[in-house]
């Protein structure tokens, strides 16, 4: 059973700051790992999808790298502003479509 | 992408009771899923709802439970039956759109709050 961790549970950092974001998980055979955007209460939004033979991915500030040989996929969010606060969600996909997803992380950018 | 409507957006309901949770999409899509997601955790997968034909539901997940149906490919509907405190909590429908990309969108959820 894939297993999905996300380091560290949660995130406190000064406006401007860099921010990284961990997720790991324990079997190398996915088809794809989307990151996703969750503010309070509210659904999920999708930040970047990487598919399996793909090694990142970027869009505006958000970077997000895969590495399948370790099972590690690294989420950088450049130059983090207050609009940035929210809880991140790492979601591997399996060939089933059965989304394994981790515990997120929640991040707090400070003014 | 797909936009993703979901109707109630939060709702609080009695013990016993049932509440069907409607979701629309703005485009025709191959793959519907609902999750839930309790309060303070991450979102499991309750089932898959294919469109003509009954749902996949995953361990732990019943039909009796929470019926689904799929009449065509925009629509869907998860009914949580019987609700207790314990079914509080957020569903998430989420789809796959037809590009195959295998990127997932999700609609905004309906929190239920059961008491």
């Known amino acids: 059973k894939q297993e999905v961790t996300q380091i560290p549970a949660a995130l406190s950092v000064p406006e401007g700051e860099n921010l990284v974001l961990n997720c790991s998980f324990t079997?190398?055979?996915?088809?794809?790992l989307q990151w996703f955007r969750q503010d309070p209460g509210k659904g999920l939004t999708s930040l970047l999808l990487i598919q399996s033979s793909q090694r990142e991915q970027t869009s505006g500030r958000l970077n997000a790298s895969l590495d399948k040989s370790s099972g590690r996929s690294t989420l950088y969010i450049a130059a983090s502003q207050p609009g940035d606060s929210a809880t991140y969600l790492c979601a591997v996909y399996p060939n089933d479509y059965k989304l394994s997803f981790g515990a997120g992380t929640t991040v707090t950018v400070r003014a | 992408s797909a936009v993703i409507s979901q109707k109630p957006s939060r709702d609080i309901c009695q013990r016993g009771t049932s509440l069907t949770i409607q979701c629309q999409v703005d485009?025709?899509?191959?793959?519907m899923f609902w999750y839930r997601q309790q309060p303070g955790q991450s979102l499991t997968l309750i089932a898959t709802a294919n469109q003509g034909s009954e749902a996949t539901y995953e361990s732990g997940f019943v039909i009796d439970k929470f019926p689904i149906s799929r009449p065509n490919l925009t629509f869907s509907t998860l009914t949580v039956s019987n609700m207790s405190p314990e079914d509080s909590s957020i569903y998430l429908c989420?789809?796959?759109?037809?590009?195959?990309?295998?990127?997932?969108?999700f609609g905004e959820g309906s929190r239920l709050t059961v008491l």
């Open positions: 079997d190398s055979a996915i088809y794809n």
């Open positions: 485009s025709q899509v191959t793959m």
């Open positions: 989420s789809v796959e759109t037809t590009e195959n990309t295998g990127e997932l969108f």
